[in-house]
């Protein structure tokens, strides 16, 4: 069974960055896995940030985090990080953490429904304020 367990999350000022990071354990490898962001403001539903491919590191964002925010993994240490620039207030929200087994033959921008995706973290909470 995967578990995944965020941190990194805080207040911070506009303009500020953070990085959040997610550990990912249950298996001994996640190469046949992708690993996503999604984030929750109150009153919302769930959005899709971006995507990682454990195996290859390719990337997929959507969204107004598009340009901002970056998704890197480190095989070694087996986690996933989601590196957040320019904080905005509307970035506040609750991130999580998201696993799915994949198909290889899959592209990345398919993996973007929190449907997709069996395996969640408890979330991190990011704030933004002026």
């Known amino acids: 069974q995967v578990q995944l367990d965020e941190s990194g999350g805080g207040s911070v000022q506009i303009g500020d960055s953070l990085r959040l990071s997610c550990a990912a354990s249950?298996?001994?490898?996640?190469?046949?896995?992708?690993m996503a962001w999604f984030r929750q403001a109150p009153g919302k539903e769930r959005e899709f940030v971006g995507v990682?491919?454990?195996?290859?590191?390719?990337?997929y964002y959507e969204g107004s985090g598009k340009g901002r925010f970056t998704i890197s993994r480190d095989i070694a240490k087996n986690t996933v990080s989601l590196l957040l620039t320019d904080l905005q207030p509307e970035d506040t929200a609750m991130y999580y953490c998201?696993?799915?087994?994949?198909?290889?033959?899959?592209?990345?921008?398919?993996?973007?429904?929190?449907?997709?995706?069996?395996?969640w973290g408890q979330g991190t909470q990011v704030t933004v304020s002026s």
């Open positions: 990682i491919t454990w195996a290859g590191a390719a990337t």
């Open positions: 249950g298996r001994t490898s996640f190469m046949n896995y992708v």
């Open positions: 998201a696993a799915a087994e994949i198909n290889p033959m899959q592209p990345i921008t398919f993996f973007t429904a929190p449907r997709l995706f069996h395996a």
